[in-house]
């Protein structure tokens, strides 16, 4: 019986620890663990712990990757009637081929920040950020915490909404 | 001919594969199927070629490579290989239909070929059952009439060339 109780108890505070942990591991935009720096189209470098302050959509794609040409499609829509209150997209491309990359930008009519890290897989951007499948996306407040990850089009439209206090 | 079988064994080996997945979902936009590879015992190296939607797999030197092992990888990510080519350098490999030989200790059986003898780097593309899309292999099997193409395994097709019946056959084309 005593046996019991303390496995009760360790079990207890198993859950409670875990929980703790999970509230202390919020992602964060600001952790250096996840922070990285990429390169636009014109050169210049994008530091994403810099975008802190903003609602933010991180976005891994490639141009290769046909569910991320279709999801551009929306965030084109998303982007637009969102941009002048706050909100903000960093596109993050695991494309190996430059050009390939320009050329779906300009298609696809992406005119937020848009940036490459051209290793495909080996990417470490992907790597930090432990991105099994693309598309990737994670959803980030104002405060640089990740709130959620890989919202479908509706439930993203209406998260972006309430963390811009809509 | 048994002092052949040894000799062929002993100094051809395979080095590399170029594989193609499919399934319902993009293959190549998982990153599944790339680890899943990597874990294989045999195999050294998994690069994804975008353009031509393959996986260029190089093998560790002087490995067992046992091709079954590529493909079950394939499917414990959740996708099944379309095509898979395997490519290996032979010193007079002779190939012709329907002919059993023995490379790197397994068992190969030719769909094609005409007593042509191979030397130096060559690639055979695999066409048992799951290793191609059952369009395909539908069409490949056709091609003989022994009944291990349909089973894999070595059956009553091969007993005269001491083969046992419950072997590995891999079924090739040149």
Redesign the interface.
């Known amino acids: 019986m005593k046996t019991k109780k303390y496995f009760l108890i360790a079990f207890l505070l198993t859950v409670i620890g875990n929980v703790v942990k999970a509230q202390q591991e919020i992602p964060n935009i600001a952790d250096p663990r996840l922070d990285f720096t990429v390169v636009d189209i014109k050169g210049d470098s994008i530091k994403l712990s810099s975008l802190k302050g903003k609602v933010l959509l991180i976005d891994f794609w ?1 141009s ?5 040409r279709s999801s551009n499609k929306q965030l084109v829509k998303l982007y637009s009637k969102y941009k002048d209150s706050g909100f903000e997209i960093f596109g993050i491309s695991l494309d ?2 430059i050009k390939d990359w320009k050329k779906a930008v300009a298609k696809d009519k992406i005119s937020w920040l848009q940036g490459i890290d051209d290793r ?2 080996d990417a470490m951007t992907a790597m930090k950020w432990n ?5 990737a996306s994670f959803l980030v407040n104002k405060n640089g915490d990740v709130v959620a990850i890989d919202l479908e089009k509706n439930e993203l439209e209406s998260k972006v909404k309430e963390l811009l206090g809509f | 001919m048994t002092a052949i079988i040894i000799t062929v064994s002993a100094t051809s080996q395979f080095t590399k594969a170029s594989l193609q997945a499919s399934g319902l ?2 293959s ?5 199927v ?1 680890v899943a590879l990597e874990k294989v015992s045999f195999v050294q190296e998994v690069k ?1 070629d ?1 353009k031509s939607q393959e996986y260029s797999i190089v093998f560790k030197e002087n490995a067992d490579t046992d091709f079954d092992l590529l493909k079950k990888a394939v499917e414990d990510a959740g996708f099944s290989v379309a095509s898979l080519k395997v490519t290996g350098n032979f010193s007079e490999l002779s190939v012709s239909k329907d002919k059993h030989v023995q490379i790197a200790g397994k068992n190969f059986h030719f769909l094609n070929g005409n007593n042509q003898v191979l030397n130096g780097e060559n690639t055979f593309t695999i066409v048992d059952k799951n290793f191609l899309s059952a369009k395909d292999y539908k069409k490949q099997s056709a091609s003989s009439k022994m009944e291990c193409v349909q089973t894999g395994k070595a059956g009553s097709c091969c007993s005269q060339e001491g083969i046992s019946a419950d072997a590995r056959v891999y079924h090739v084309k040149v």
Not at chain 1, 64 to 68: I, K, L, R, S
Not at chain 1, 131 to 135: C, E
């Open positions: 490639a290769w990757c046909g569910p991320c190996e081929e495909g897989w991105v099994q499948a693309l598309p | 979902t993009c190549m936009c998982s990153k599944a790339k994804v975008i």
